[in-house]
């Protein structure tokens, strides 16, 4: 079994995307605070062995390190929309060719 690297900025992470050029990029949707809220990110870069892995969180009406929107249903539940995520990590690596994978853990 590989190791995990946490990775603390975005940019870090950017460059090892740019750098590795895999194939794949994972990631994951988690409950913030109050539980209903699904406002907290993990992007997980797997290379070789190791997976890299950035955790973002929300802040107002964002993620604090990414931007990405947290948007508000008819209920006032908080949520990150999939495509928001797809959208900015296309944009940002510059790869059309990257396969984007949701992970929703059960």
């Known amino acids: 079994m590989g ?28 409950q913030g605070i109050p539980a209903r ?9 797997p290379v070789e062995g190791t997976q890299y892995i950035f955790v973002d969180c929300e802040k107002g009406n964002r ?7 947290i948007r508000s249903d008819k209920k006032g539940n908080l949520f990150i929309e999939d ?3 797809k959208s900015f990590l296309r944009t940002q ?8 994978f949701s992970y929703w853990p059960i």
């Open 83 to 85: 495509d928001d995520v």
């Open 93 to 100: 690596l510059q790869r059309e060719d990257l396969q984007i």
């Open 3 to 30: 190791k995990s690297v946490r990775v603390k900025t975005w940019e870090e992470l950017k460059k090892l995307a740019i750098e590795k050029k895999p194939k794949n990029i994972v990631f994951i949707v988690a």
């Open 63 to 69: 993620l604090r390190k990414t931007g990405i929107p």
């Open 37 to 45: 809220n699904l406002t907290g990110l993990k992007i997980i870069l």
